[in-house]
């Protein structure tokens, strides 16, 4: 006996209100969740991306730090492994204009190097005067190398706004005990400013006003040939208690040899035009 099979043709299976919600709701949902899943791949690419970008900013940074470590006195003679250890371990610090950074008797916490910008240091004496000691600039060791059992021997405060590397004293205090050459270096670097301190001595002692001004400008700017001069940021009063001699004399001739195109002069810098000029006055022979 053979069936006859009818082959009923295809229809759509008529959905209620209620399952048509249920089916549209379901595919409503794997296209969020698909959409969901897409959202956090980009997510996750973007952060990949931001670290990757943050990790080449650190090493730029770091390399940068480097070469410009391997240019300071205080680092001289260190491989590049060990320029590397102690710039890792260096903190980037800014400073505002006349924002003081540490002060004389504060304890030692941290060893200070001047990336940019320019430090007065000064110290009072019994009186309670200030005595301006040098300018540093960028690449010093501001103070004396120390350790986190001493006080500052002076007081330090921004020229104009600078930036500078802030080491752990302690730390720090390792990284000289375990390389022997920055000891050697601190040391040549404190004879140097004795030196300076000497010349400056003499200086009062044998040369006149004018020359004693002159060299002091030359100095502080930076260079002694013709090229690209710093403006000297100390006020007239600063110069004249430099110099050994009173307001009115580096008030009369800071506006004479502005007279004379030889210097700039305002109330924040005093700028030198003509190198030349105001190296022949601070070479001229005392009468």
Not at 40 to 46: G, K, N, T, Y
Not at 91 to 112: A, K, L
Not at 217 to 239: C, F, M, N
């Amino acid at each position: 006996m053979v069936s006859n099979f009818v082959r009923l043709p295809a229809t759509e299976i008529p959905l209620g209100e209620n399952s048509r919600k249920q089916f549209l709701n379901i595919g409503s949902h794997r296209r969020a969740r698909r959409s969901r899943t897409e959202e956090l791949e980009v997510v996750e690419r973007r952060a990949e991306g931001a670290s990757e970008t943050a990790r080449t900013r650190e090493d730029s940074v770091l390399a940068l730090r480097v070469a410009g470590l391997r240019k300071t006195p205080l680092f001289r003679g260190l491989s590049d492994s060990e320029l590397d250890e102690i710039a890792n371990a260096a903190e980037e610090v800014r400073f505002s204009r006349r924002e003081t950074i540490f002060q004389q008797d504060d304890p030692v916490q941290f060893v200070y190097l001047i990336v940019a910008g320019t430090v007065k240091v000064t110290q009072l004496s019994e009186g309670g005067k200030e005595v301006i000691l040098r300018l540093d600039r960028r690449g010093s060791l501001i103070d004396d190398l120390a350790d986190a059992s001493q006080v500052h021997a002076s007081t330090a405060q921004a020229i104009h706004p600078c930036s500078v590397l802030a080491w752990d004293a302690s730390a720090f205090e390792d990284f000289a005990t375990q390389i022997p050459a920055i000891y050697r270096n601190a040391v040549g670097i404190m004879l140097g400013r004795l030196r300076m301190i000497e010349e400056r001595f003499c200086d009062v002692t044998t040369q006149r006003v004018p020359q004693r001004l002159a060299r002091l400008l030359i100095h502080l700017a930076g260079q002694t040939t013709q090229g690209a001069l710093d403006p000297v940021g100390l006020s007239r009063e600063e110069l004249s208690q430099m110099t050994g001699t009173s307001l009115f004399t580096v008030s009369r001739l800071l506006s004479l040899w502005a007279e004379m195109d030889i210097l700039t002069v305002d109330r924040k810098a005093v700028l030198i035009e003509s190198l030349p000029r105001l190296l022949r006055i601070a070479q001229a022979v005392a009468a």
